[in-house]
């Protein structure tokens, strides 16, 4: 495939022809071109620029100079008598017959762009340049939020990109979270500071985000500041520099604004497919570091090699850590479920009633009953959602059999993939031998044996009863009791990776449950080194009683 020629390269190769002795006729054949364009080729080496066309005329041509009048009498007219654009419209109108001719919209659009025009003209404004700024190291950053897109589990979400980049490096890092709240934003952070390792000295910018700023006092530089964000300024000896709302604002941090872009068209396409949040977050940190090899514009030098020379000169970090979680002490309800954010997650049953202690973070909310953790859970992204462990409610469901079918939890944790086909199929096979009642409660002890045990290992043993048509509980804790110790290279002497699940003979025969007691009497018994025992201290006592008289007996 011939690629295609320039103008230049056109021309060039016409002319040669030509010396050669073609015709006009030859060289049109040729290169596919027409008499005029042979002609212009002959005349000049150069093409001549192609004619731009007349522009077009708009409607609103015949009342721009009235409208520029009337913009530059409101120069010196007070501010609230001005002219608006719908006062413009309006006396086109009545005093200029424009009715049908020009339409609000083209006038706003107008008038919009001129007024600060005329205003420039005549030197009431200074035009809109941007100032080239010099940023010494390890002083000056920027933070912000940005939103991407990722696959949670298959489900496409939206989720926050937080990002701290020094201005003097372009160093930046990232991190990702369900939410542009408040924890997210501490969270961001005391994770980029543990990275950089260290805080800058100078000025951090910021826009008036919610989770910073309560309210922003006028026009002026001066915000109220949320409580938390004051703590954390005073730990981490931050000094914040609050930009300007709206686009204005967008152009003082400029470099972290692009930033995200950069990164969100580089390493966020296609989407990524990520099974936690967690997981995502080792990969940003991952693109972050690879990062620090490349340079930006015309720099000479990488981010890398120019942060190395910043790293030096931050702060050091304090010695204590910041928690960047948020404390509630909602009361359990009767579902065995704490509202956090208009959100519900489920706790253990016996906590119904009782107050919990929840410390929210970022992307995920952990429950303490006094100081011992309880439950833990992902962070739902929108409110008004539920999530429960199925877990919670083994308890109660061992009374209440016929719950479980029905429940939340139990589709939730389908869903998730905890609960299993190998579950459903040897559920059913054990309502079949046991009645409903029984072969639920059967399964609930079954689901029990995950709260000590590897998952993998259940569900292995789960197989192997159902093969063997063992269909109760006792019988899968033992084969995932056996399993789990094959894993591990076992006191069984198998070595790891080598199931002793199914002993069934070559020609496929059904495999058999091994006794507890036969397994126990087959384990290697290490040899007891102790030595004997030995009564020799009783001996001294009953001495020394035979030697002391007896105060009590008679003379």
């Known amino acids: 495939m011939t690629q295609p020629r320039s103008r230049v390269d056109l021309y060039a190769a016409i002319r040669r022809d030509a010396r050669s002795g073609m015709s006009n006729r030859a060289l049109q054949r040729k290169h596919g071109v027409g008499f005029r364009t042979v002609t212009a080729a002959l005349e000049s080496a150069w093409p001549k620029e192609r004619k731009q066309p007349p522009k077009r005329g708009s409607r609103l041509d015949a009342y721009r100079v009235v409208i520029d009048d009337w913009l530059r009498s409101d120069l010196d007219a007070p501010r609230k008598q001005r002219h608006t654009a719908k006062r413009i419209f309006d006396r086109l109108l009545d005093e200029h017959d424009g009715a049908g001719v020009v339409s609000y919209w083209m006038v ?100 008036n985000l919610k989770a910073a700023v309560a309210s922003v006092i006028g026009f002026s530089r001066q915000r109220v500041e949320a409580d938390r964000w004051t703590a954390v300024r005073s730990h981490y000896g931050i000094e914040a520099f609050y930009c300007q709302p709206g686009i204005q604002g967008a152009h003082e941090k400029g470099g972290v604004e692009g930033q995200i872009g950069w990164f969100r068209r580089n390493h966020l396409v296609p989407i990524p497919e990520v099974d936690s949040l967690d997981e995502l977050n080792a990969m940003v940190d991952a ?113 209440k059999p016929g719950a479980l079918p029905g429940a939340t939890a ?112 087959r384990a290697h018994i290490p040899a007891d080194t102790r030595p004997l025992p030995s009564v020799e201290k009783y001996d001294q006592l009953l001495a020394s009683r035979r030697d002391t008289p007896n105060e009590g007996a008679a003379p």
């Open 108 to 207: 706003r659009e107008y008038v919009a762009t001129r007024r600060r025009e005329i205003r420039v003209e005549v030197g009431r404004e200074p035009a809109n340049a941007f100032i080239p700024q010099e940023h010494l190291p390890g002083r000056e950053a920027e933070v912000d939020f940005g939103d991407v897109a990722i696959r949670l589990r298959g489900e496409l979400v939206t989720c926050a990109l937080f990002s701290l980049r020094l201005s003097y490096s372009g160093k930046a890092v990232h991190r990702v979270s369900a939410s542009a709240g408040q924890e997210a934003f501490f969270e961001g952070h005391v994770h980029a500071f543990n990275v950089l390792g260290g805080v800058p000295t100078g000025k951090i910018r910021y826009d």
């Open 410 to 521: 139990l589709e939730q944790a389908r869903a998730s993939g905890r609960f299993t086909p190998v579950h459903d199929a040897w559920w059913a096979a054990a309502c079949k031998a046991h009645g409903d009642a029984d072969g639920t409660r059967a399964l609930i002890e079954v689901l029990m044996l995950h709260r000590h045990l590897p998952h993998e290992h259940v569900v292995a043993g789960l197989a192997t009863a159902l093969r063997a048509g063992a269909l109760t509980a006792d019988a899968v804790a033992l084969e995932a009791r056996k399993y789990n110790d094959t894993a591990d290279g076992g006191a069984d002497g198998t070595t790891a990776g080598q199931s002793t699940a199914h002993t069934g003979d070559e020609e496929g025969e059904a495999p058999a449950v091994r006794s507890l007691t036969e397994r126990r009497l």
């Open 287 to 399: 693109w972050d570091e690879a990062d620090d090899a490349r340079r930006i514009g015309s720099r000479a030098r990488t981010v890398g090699e120019h942060f190395a020379t910043e790293q030096p000169l931050l702060a050091p970090l304090p010695t204590e850590p910041f928690e960047t979680g948020r404390w509630f002490t909602p009361r359990v309800d009767r579902y065995a479920q704490v509202t956090v954010r208009m959100n519900k997650y489920s706790v253990p049953a016996r906590m119904v009633g009782r107050q919990a202690r929840v410390l929210l973070n970022a992307s995920d909310l952990v429950v303490f009953d006094g100081r011992t953790e309880i439950a833990r859970h992902e962070r739902l992204m929108t409110k008004g959602s539920t999530r429960v462990d199925l877990d919670h409610y083994l308890e109660v469901l061992l009374r």
